[in-house]
Nanobody, 121 residues
Framework: VQLQASGGGLVQPGGSLRLSCAASGSFVSINDMGWYRQAPGKQRDLVASITSAGKIVYADSVKGRFTISRDNAKNTVYLQLNSLEPEDTAVYYC????????????????WGQGTLVTVSS
């Protein structure tokens, strides 16, 4: 399974960006999909996640500004970033939880390569 993230860039404070992450490869379905971010010198933290049924969780710091969505037919998850602040500057990573059968039903987590979001005037 491969995850290809895109949409990062340089934006001024108050601006917007839309990130996309498309999953490809051999799988039947995807459970949760999500976005994490990692700023320089800091740990990677959850930004938002969405289940296959559409249940959503946001980090408190992005509630009301970011919106996560997914298109199950396209195996793609999106993150709309509005009202961006310099503190949102980070590399954004997408991930996906993919079920598979081994000796029992298991779940593997895959990560995209990361896309850089820089918020600066």
């Amino acid at each position: 399974v491969q995850l290809q993230a895109s949409g990062g860039g340089l934006v001024q404070p108050g601006g917007s960006l839309r990130l996309s992450c498309a999953a490809s490869g051999s799988f039947v379905s995807i459970n949760d999909m999500g976005w994490y971010r990692q700023a320089p010198g800091k740990q990677r933290d959850l930004v938002a996640s969405i289940t296959s049924a559409g249940k959503i969780v946001y980090a408190d710091s992005v509630k009301g500004r970011f919106t996560i969505s997914r298109d199950n037919a396209k195996n793609t998850v999106y993150l709309q970033l509005n009202s961006l602040e310099p503190e949102d500057t980070a590399v954004y990573y997408c991930n996906a939880a993919v079920p598979y059968w081994s000796s029992s039903l298991s779940v593997a987590t895959y990560w995209g390569q990361g896309t850089l979001v820089t918020v600066s005037s």
